[in-house]
């Protein structure tokens, strides 16, 4: 591209005399600092996930081997469901060593379970979820509940009995938890009627 050259004292000659001067100036220009930009909107804080398990600072009692941590029972181990009857472990609904969770550990007496909130106790015989016992119930004639509070726990442990009842740390409980918007008392039945499939398969199979 051939050079233009402007006669002096032109207007187009001017023009351009000004752009060269004032090109050092313009590069050596730096970017002037903005004011603050709109804050990031704040990232939704997770919901707790629901549990429904027994964490691993429970214990259960197996027939023929006495006292053992929830976390040692295995898949064909008749446990103790009150304080005469005993039912065959035929499976889990979970069972995972390290995750965490958050339990009520309810202090009954001289036994502490610590237990989900969506699972289901027998406050005087009647079916009742677990977040829904107070101080001052009655989990049975001689268990009267002095202190719950919350623990965050390791272990999540949902052991299904025969029987559909297990009891942990001293407690009798149910092997079921309270996801239906129904009474307690009419998911038991229809947890027991739901399962029924499996626990025949689980007579006959390794893999439960």
Known sequence: MNNVVYPLGTPSANNALQLRNAAPSIANLKPTASGPGPAPAPSPTPSPRPSWYFSSSNTVEVRDNGTIDIEDLQIGNFVKTSNDTYSRVYSFGHKDHSKHAEYLQI?????????????????DGKATLAKDVRVGDYLSASQRVVEIETVHRRGLFAPLTESGKIMVSGVTASSYVGLLDLNPSLQTYFYDAALSPLRLVCQFSAFC
């Open 107 to 123: 202090h009954v007496g001289g036994d502490v379970i610590e237990i989900s909130g969506l699972h289901i106790l027998f406050v």
